[in-house]
T-cell receptor, first 113, second 114 residues
Framework: DTEVTQTPKHLVMGMTNKKSLKCEQHMGHRAMYWYKQKAKKPPELMFVYSYEKLSINESVPSRFSPECPNSSLLNLHLHALQPEDSALYLC????????????FGQGTRLTVV | SQQGEEDPQALSIQEGENATMNCSYKTSINNLQWYRQNSGRGLVHLILIRSNEREKHSGRLRVTLDTSKKSSSLLITASRAADTASYFCATDVILETSGSRLTFGEGTQLTVNP
């Protein structure tokens, strides 16, 4: 199984809503990532989890709250988002070692209204 | 901040022709990777070249890396309509913790016309 599964595929939420994005992998990867991608732009790193601990937060606003409940799951909790947060949110995973490729999920397309 | 720049931004070729995309970066890297993305969905890893390697092949793909010029190129030979996608280079730096810190270039939109 070389898949990273993200749910939901599409999400529309109001600015006062609370929602969560979910990501799952069963490749035994111990590093997991959240990226944000705006239209026609490259992905930008948000968070890195290494061995279920948050190791990198790229100065992401606190309205985005990541969680790694176990080695296979990664969540991104969303609260009080702004319309400019609308984007494709990509989860990825990799071995926690040097010179290793990342496997990406298909993403969640988020629209904040 | 993004450290990779790619050119061209867009490339349109005929099926059977070769496509070359270039990537430049600014800082020291551990490796450089190329990814493909169809229609704004997930990225697919194509090839990884380490900082001590100069050239790597995988099927119809050829990647070069020049660390002195901080640049890389991706060559797709005998292109097919199915190669139509966005192609991104991504630099990877060594982290104090485990895992990767991929920084993506702006990408090249490749269109292969049948």
């Amino acid at each position: 199984d070389t898949e990273v599964t993200q749910t939901p595929k599409h999400l529309v939420m109001g600015m006062t809503n609370k929602k969560s994005l979910k990501c799952e992998q069963h490749m035994g990867h111990r590093a997991m990532y959240w990226y944000k991608q705006k239209a026609k732009k490259p992905p930008e790193l948000m968070f890195v989890y290494s061995y279920e601990k948050l190791s990198i937060n790229e100065s992401v606003p606190s309205r985005f709250s990541p969680e790694c409940p176990n080695s296979s799951l990664l969540n991104l909790h969303l609260h009080a988002l702004q319309p400019e947060d609308s984007a494709l949110y990509l989860c990825a995973s990799s071995h926690a070692s040097m010179n290793t490729e990342a496997f990406f999920g298909q993403g969640t397309r988020l629209t904040v209204v | 901040s993004q450290q990779g720049e790619e050119d061209p931004q867009a490339l349109s070729i005929q099926e059977g022709e070769n496509a070359t995309m270039n990537c430049s970066y600014k800082t020291s890297i551990n490796n450089l990777q190329w990814y493909r993305q169809n229609s704004g969905r997930g990225l697919v890893h194509l090839i990884l070249i380490r900082s001590n390697e100069r050239e790597k092949h995988s099927g119809r793909l050829r990647v070069t890396l020049d660390t002195s010029k901080k640049s890389s190129s991706l060559l797709i030979t005998a292109s097919r309509a199915a190669d139509t996608a966005s192609y991104f280079c991504a630099t990877d730096v060594i982290l104090e913790t485990s895992g990767s810190r991929l920084t993506f270039g702006e990408g090249t939109q490749l269109t292969v016309n049948p």
